[in-house]
């Protein structure tokens, strides 16, 4: 069993920066695929980001690339979003997802085989 906290999430002004991480308890992540997801009030949830657990290659949402920089640290068990340039258009509750040896497909959520509880992200105009 992965249990995964997500933290960093708040309030931040457009334009604005935000780091969000994901931790892992239980269970290394060595070998988990972890993606981020987001789900704005009204909207179905989307796809974000993604690392593979292997060679550490990363695929982004059009809406993520040059903006949103996804990276993992295994020896903490952790896996960081750095979100810049951010715009209100960003503003959901943000999920870490993690799925076993998982290399594609990233951008659905059904293949993902943990969750976290979500961080809430604001941006404001």
């Known amino acids: 069993q992965v249990q995964l906290v997500e933290s960093g999430g708040g309030l931040v002004q457009a334009g604005g920066s935000l780091r969000l991480s994901c931790a892992a308890s239980?269970?290394?992540?060595?070998?988990?695929?972890v993606g981020w997801f987001r789900q704005a009030p009204g909207k179905e949830r989307e796809f974000v980001a993604a690392?593979?657990?292997?060679?550490?290659?990363?695929d982004y949402a059009d809406s993520a690339k040059g903006r949103f920089t996804i990276s993992r640290d295994n020896a903490k068990a952790t896996v960081a979003l750095q979100m810049n340039s951010l715009t209100p258009e960003d503003t959901a509750v943000y999920y870490c997802?993690?799925?076993?040896?998982?290399?594609?497909?990233?951008?659905?959520?059904?293949?993902?085989?943990?969750w976290g509880q979500g961080t809430q992200v604001t941006v404001s105009s």
């Open positions: 997802a993690a799925g076993l040896l998982l290399t594609s497909p990233l951008n659905s959520g059904r293949v993902y085989n943990y």
């Open positions: 239980g269970r290394t992540l060595s070998t988990y695929t």
């Open positions: 690392i593979r657990w292997s060679g550490g290659t990363t």
